[in-house]
């Protein structure tokens, strides 16, 4: 049975995909404060952009976690991105070139491979740092309905 949760548990463990940004950093401290026991989640998907993913963890311990883990979802992510190029999916055309859009795959990677990484911990609440709006959110809840049994999840409010 699906449970959206109403208040932030006190004293249960709830998992979050930590980015390390303002808002899942914000969002880890918030529970924290409150009383929750915040288990800090990073995905590493191998951006160019990120210098350094094992610094991630250590800011989520920063802000409260009692536990962050980097989950290397990378070779996930190049199976499930050819077997898209392969059946031609999420091409785009702009400017007369093709170009593929795996940000969809991304995500699905990341939020069953984040919540593989839960269940392992005996985390069994997924609690959400977005801003509550937006594409983000419907998918990260979408897959944890999905992928685990116990499916439990709060928002900050």
Not at 122 to 137: A, E, F, L, P
């Amino acid at each position: 049975m699906t449970t959206i949760l109403k208040h932030l548990p006190v004293g249960q463990r709830i998992g979050i995909a930590f980015s390390g940004g303002l808002d899942t950093s914000a969002a880890l401290l918030w529970m924290r404060q409150k009383g929750a026991v915040p288990y800090a989640y990073t995905a590493n998907l191998g951006q160019p952009d990120e210098e350094d993913y094992d610094a991630i963890p250590r800011r989520a311990m920063e802000y409260g976690a009692e536990n962050a883990r980097l989950i290397d979802c990378r070779k996930q992510l190049v199976a499930e991105g050819i077997a898209a190029i392969q059946c031609g999916a999420f091409h785009n055309t702009t400017g007369g070139l093709t170009y593929f859009n795996t940000t969809p795959l991304g995500r699905a990677v990341t939020g069953t491979m984040l919540v593989a990484a839960m269940k392992e911990d005996g985390v069994n609440i997924w609690g959400d740092g977005s801003t509550y709006k937006g594409k983000r959110y419907r998918t990260f809840l979408s897959l944890w309905l999905l992928t685990n049994a116990e499916r439990r999840f709060t928002n900050r409010g």
